[in-house]
């Protein structure tokens, strides 16, 4: 199976901080990069933030200086701190992997379910 498991959601105040953490199955190889994806309500799902296999990093500019990323020591899991948090920034974030499985030729993107971030003014 290939499976994402997210988590690390939840309620925060204006200004706090959360750390999602994704943990995908090792049925995932020859990952590419890992990211995480955020709906906001009322809007399409926009790239958060992601990271490279060589480590290199991307982010919304909109979370510049705020949001870091990371790759965990355990195979196939990715961090995303985020802090001083804005309400705009309520959503649900998922987790990408882009990689290779035996259950898709080629790479492929898989998704997990996504982890509800809710930021009260």
């Known amino acids: 199976q290939v499976q994402l498991v997210e988590s690390g959601g939840g309620l925060v105040q204006a200004g706090g901080s959360l750390r999602l953490s994704c943990a995908a199955s090792r049925t995932i190889f020859s990952i590419n990069a890992m990211g995480w994806y955020r709906r906001a309500p009322g809007k399409q799902r926009e790239l958060v933030a992601v990271?490279?296999?060589?480590?290199?990093?991307n982010y919304a500019d909109s979370v510049k200086g705020r949001f870091s990323i990371s790759r965990g020591n355990a195979e196939n899991t990715v961090f995303l701190q985020m802090n001083s948090l804005k309400p705009e920034e309520t959503g649900v974030y998922y987790c990408?992997?882009?990689?290779?499985?035996?259950?898709?030729?080629?790479?492929?993107?898989?998704w997990g379910q996504g982890t509800q971030v809710s930021v009260s003014s």
């Open positions: 990408n992997v882009q990689g290779v499985s035996a259950y898709r030729p080629g790479v492929a993107n898989y």
């Open positions: 990271i490279a296999s060589d480590g290199g990093t």
